[in-house]
């Protein structure tokens, strides 16, 4: 039998944590994936290193000001990939004629621009970047279904529901005979910390998850349980689910990474070492299984997997993310801006950890509820939530 030809991937946001396990993935499985272009916000010298090992046609630099010095490190490495630059540089890898899957791994609102151009464009895209999808939900799955995009999810979450739903979920849930959907969340790491001690909690601590290895801002965001939040709107979107069908349990271990509950009193789970690579092969993959490096699960050896109700008083930000999927329109785009402020804040030193819930549930607040129909909706209200975080934090420092 003849080999398919390999499929063509871009990877925006290459030199992050997922981007990196991604490439891992590929690796590992020559002659299936032909890396077609890579990108970075202003690590020139991963890139390069990672363009040279991969053989990448394309380099992308987001901050256009470092054009020249990832020119000069390409020609070290021996890479020879074109290099692009800014906004119209990720656009123009995202929608490649002949680049049949699109990583969208870029942190934050920054990643939706390119991600919707890659939807626009009927690509396979696999979907890390949850902030694209909750602070413009209805238009990026709308331009898919217009495109003709396949949008495979990345979040361990999100990963392990669509592997226990049936193929025709997207008639309808209830007509799929769907209850309800569980996400489990691991509590991050002071899930019995004392509440007390959580105001003086360091940026250090914050990023040190029990289970995962992440980016800096996702790993806040899971200490304060907003990643849950966030994972809660990315689902509802995914799998258009109502927000009295989706619940969040607390699962510590993080081997269970979520579960579908079925009218008969079916639970379907799905589990695994907590390691992306699997999430990431899967949805490399699909519907095929690829190897992916990732330590078997040996559940012989556990004593425990527990589960109990998050919360809601210790971890506000999860009570504003359901608030804001409940109210909907530009409710999400309100939170999201002002935790990417209030999480970069608190990883520069200028506000406390328990200052990010405060600020961002004052900023929503202080917004009133608008329709969001297109782009500029999105641009607008996330610019305004950033503009009144930013004020309101002058007001706690
Ligand atoms: P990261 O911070 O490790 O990497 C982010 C990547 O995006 C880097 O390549 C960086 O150069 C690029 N980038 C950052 N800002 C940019 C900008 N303004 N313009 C262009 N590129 C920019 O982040 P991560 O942990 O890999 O997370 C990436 C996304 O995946 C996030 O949306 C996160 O919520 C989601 N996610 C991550 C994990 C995980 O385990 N890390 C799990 C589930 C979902
Ligand atoms: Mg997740």
């Keep these: 039998m003849v080999n398919p030809a390999p499929q063509a991937i871009t990877i925006l946001g290459s030199t992050g944590s997922i981007g990196e ?10 002659g299936r994936y032909r890396v077609a272009a890579l990108t970075a ?14 053989g990448a046609g394309f380099a992308v630099i987001a901050d256009t000001a470092l054009a020249g010095k990832l020119s000069r490190a390409l020609v070290e490495t021996g890479s020879k990939a074109r290099v692009l630059t800014g906004a119209e540089g990720l656009a123009e890898v995202a929608t490649l004629p002949d680049v049949d899957i699109v990583m969208a791994a870029i942190v934050g609102a920054a990643g939706l621009a390119p991600t919707l151009r890659a939807a626009q464009a009927g690509k396979k895209i696999l979907l890390a970047n949850k902030e694209a999808l909750v602070i413009a939900g209805h238009i990026f799955m709308q331009a898919a279904r217009n495109g003709g995009a396949c949008i495979l999810p990345v979040d361990s979450e999100h990963s392990a529901i669509f592997q226990a739903l049936p193929a025709d979920f997207g008639k309808g849930l209830e007509s799929v005979g769907v209850d309800r959907i569980i996400l489990t969340a691991s509590g991050g790491p002071f899930l019995d910390f004392p509440a007390t001690e959580l105001r003086d909690i360091t940026p250090s601590q914050a990023c040190k998850h029990p289970n ?11 200490a304060t349980l907003m ?11 995914l799998f258009n689910a109502a927000p009295s069908q989706l619940e969040v349990l607390i699962h510590p271990q993080s081997i269970v990474h979520s579960m579908v509950a079925y009218r008969d009193g079916s639970v379907l789970a799905q589990l695994g070492t907590p390691d992306m690579r699997t999430p990431i092969a899967y949805a490399l993959s699909w519907p095929e299984r690829i190897d992916a490096g990732v330590e078997r699960l040996h559940l012989a050896g556990m004593s425990d997997l527990s589960f109990r109700e998050p919360d809601l008083q210790r971890f506000p930000c999860l009570g504003l993310a359901f608030d804001a999927l409940r109210e909907g329109a530009s409710a999400p785009v309100t939170l999201n801006g002002a935790n990417e402020i209030a999480v970069a804040a608190f990883l520069e ?8 819930s405060r600020l961002v549930g004052e900023v929503m607040q202080a917004t009133e509820k608008r329709a969001i129909n297109c782009l500029e909706d999105v641009v607008e209200c996330d610019a305004m939530a950033r503009h009144k975080a930013t004020q309101t934090m002058r007001t706690m420092i």
């Design 349 to 356: 030193k200028q506000i406390r950890f328990d200052q990010i």
């Design 41 to 54: 916000n202003r690590n020139v010298d991963r890139l390069a290193a990672q363009c040279a090992q991969f």
């Design 227 to 237: 990643n849950k939040g966030l994972e809660l709107i990315e689902a509802h979107w």
């Design 21 to 30: 396990s991604t490439l891992d993935v590929i690796g590992r499985n020559p």
């Design 212 to 222: 995962w290895a992440m980016g800096r801002k996702i790993s806040v965001d899971s």
